[in-house]
């Protein structure tokens, strides 16, 4: 409002306002932690536009994502080319999606496509073996991980293809009582 | 059926998924060289074009792949086709509008109605987009292109449909609209940077994830709440008698009495809320009873009157617009057990947390959770004594109720005691004695919980289950202490009336002796009044003071107490297990008493509790809402500081309710239960007759009646007297409850058709599973579901 900043263009600010969930003073102070991550890599300007991508490795030291077991899936799902290099406005998209005032219906397709690990666009069953190997740092034995895995299929499964399309996810965690709270970043 | 149904899930998904963003990607591109070119095409083809993109921007994935090849000779098809078209068509126009001086869309002058329509509907079309972008699960940078084109579109053609009729207004609505957005928008920014203690949380919520967090959030909330009612009491009624009233020491009321005097300045004294306390604008009793005061004549027993209940409306409606807000954040509606699996492994992580211990302990506690529910699903459930079991909890409940009882008998005898003591010299009274009533009970509420809890062990329910009943228990507990602390003070109040009466008749009586004296002495009827300073006047009681004072001593104690539980409770025990375990027999920290999880239901309701003791004393004494903030402010940074220093993670966390509901809900309860001697004592309590801004009316509210008889004209009155007529007021009741009854039965009729189609839908997608799908079947699915909506739907 009435901070001279360089960063960014007013349009560009007003863009960005438009498209996400944040405030004008959370998108400078979301450019600053990004470019906290890589200072050499990432122009002070960003009047117009640089095409730079910060690679996965930097992304998931960041404290928010530090601890969480799925942080590579995270990053790689808001990234354009799947390996997790984030451009700033990947950066951006990722925070907005996973904020506070983000709707459930989002967070949903999100949460989604982050479990989602071979890209399928279906949960199936070596995906489910994934999620609980990773939330469990692989303390269940690989009899206790597939009768969990079945279960969850049986529970959630409503087209009997074995695996979780969508629709069969969508209905199951829109039910749940803790994914919004629990599905949420703090930036 | 299921594969095309499958097609379409699929496709709904990969048009977010990523091999499709590329496509996506240069197919907004695309998308957006369309429809630079169509904007110089007639209205009525990009109607056509443009709407039906906006419709099938899902199905326009499939499009693209299936027939990329085509796509791309069809544009330029139809592009050379535009060109062409466009070419005609200016020339044509040009010709005929050769006059007008607009450089860009020489053909929309000839709009038509339908076309302008067609026109503002599509300008509606981008608006809802620009508005709704953020919601969208597409790339960042598709968004930003859509965003720019959209607006792009929104100016251009705004312009346009203002021509003709109404053409000034219209921009004028339109310039309008823009500045409201604006304003809109920067006050968003201004109110997001003004939320205090983001940072705070943040870190709270990193190392103990977001259950505990939410305590936090909501003590915030009840701060900014105590704020705008802080806000309220003190611009409208306490700064204008401070600033226009008279000061201290000019009338009885405002002046500390004779005997008191010499004791007024000490801390005992002070610290009960007498002496110079007492006579302050914190309480009731200072304000004064002129109907109007000052410059601006204003007319403060009304203010006050209208600000006391105007606390109780806004707080209700503040309350009630969080619980909307909440209400659609909670899962709606399975059964227990339902997605028991599927929950654990999909959302059971906390993605708040961001402190390497509390991950470690997260990730054994959703093992171990996980490991208990393969056990529950490996074994059968043994088989218990139901017998035992029901006579165990018939047990409990027994002995809640009767500890219950005790802590409701302990409390009245306890306020009976004090009555007492007031009347006894207080130099006499230990401070034991002076404060018996606050002291016990904070104690009963710091005991009591987990007696409670010890109790509920013989109950044996599921740890959610056992919850709900502590929270009830502890509800119970809090909401009988008030009211019988309430009941005992309200026969003190009885006894204060009786009082008063008889000095009053006493005050009358010796100033009728003067004027008898006077006029008998000087023989005039010309009477000077009373030359008695202020300080030497008889008083009255002032019941309302003394209902304020024991508000006041209430939170005070119990603030006090709560700090000092803090401090003992978990610091104390913090420090002894730390440094004692390099020399205990046992290991302190993993055993007894190890280190203390933050009682987050335990703390909610006795937030919720102060707020209810705010609301019911905030009429008789004003200060006490500044009090409050005061103590919302330091609770917040003392206990932030007690939970990261002295607690660890819970183990098992198990929410109390879906949604944060079930806390508002609390609080609207605790808000009407806190209205009702409020209201009572307005209307049936006559004010004492020396003290406070009625002092002198009837009944409290007769303020209101004199307002409306003297100041506003005469018909307002006539139309108060009118709505006021029984006659009236009995149809209106009646026709609430019948609005009442059709809504209900209007819900429930919703309700039972959300879960027919949920049936439904289960029971088709089976059969739909065990049937080949062909036109027969399907006729047969239709008949055995027998209904027509799911029919369409299947096809």
Redesign the interface.
Known sequence: ?GNKQTTFTDEQLE?F?????F????ILRLHGRYRELAPHLVPLDYTNNPDIKVPLALIVTM??L?????RDRIVETFS?D?HGNLSF??F??MF???CETS????KT?????I?DFN?D?FICKDD?KR??NK???G??TPE?VT??CD??IE??D????SKL???D?EN???????????????I | MPPKRKNEIAISVEDVGMEVDVVSDSGSEDEARRRAKNRRVKPQRKAKRVSSDEEDEEDEAPRKRGRKKKAKPRDSDEDDEEDKRTKEESDEESEEDRGKTKKRGADEESLSEGEMAALKEQVEEKKKLIATLRNKPWRMKRRLVLLKEAQEFVETFEGALGKGKGRKLYAYKVMMAKKVIKFKRDFENFKTACIPWERKIKEVESHFGSSVASYFIFLRWMYGLNMVLFGLMFGLVVLPEILMGLPYGSIPRKTVPREEQDTAMDFSVLNDFGGYCKYSFLFYGYFNNERRIGLLQFRLPLSYLLVGVGIFGYSLMVVIRTMARNSNEGGDGAEEGEFTFSWKMFTSWDYLIGNPETADNKYASITTSFKESIVDEQENQKDENIHLRRFLRVLANFLITCSLGGSGYLIYFVVKRSQDFAKMEKENLSWLEKNEVEVVMSLLGLVCPPLFETIAELENYHPRIALKWQLGRIFALFLGNLYTFLFALFDEVNEKLETEKSIRNATIWALEQYYANYSSHFNTTDVPPPNVQPADVIRGPCWENAVGIGFVKLIVSDMQVTYLTILVGDFLRAVIVRFLNYCWCWDLEAGFPSYGEFDISGNVLGLIFNQGMIWMGAFYAPGLVGLNVLRLLSSMYYQCWAVMCCNVPHERVFKASRSNNFYMGLLLLVLFLSLLPVVYTIMTLSPSFDCGPFSGQEKMYDVVMETIEQDLPSFIANIFTYATNPGLIMPAVLLMVLALYYLNAVSKGYQQANIDLKRKMKMVSMSVLLHVPSFSNISRVQDQTNDCAVYSWTL
């Open positions: 409002m863009a306002q438009d498209c996400t969930f405030t004008r003073k959370e404290p928010e530090k601890e969480n077991p799925f354009e799947g406005n990947d951006v998209d907005s999606a996973l709707p459930r219906e989002l397709i999100y949460a989604f496509k479990y890209r666009s489910m999620t609980l939330l469990t740092k303390e269940l206790e009768l969990v279960k969850s529970e959630a409503l087209d009997g293809d399309s969508f629709s996810f199951m965690v829109s039910k749940a009582p803790d994914f919004l709270s629990n599905f949420h970043v703090r």
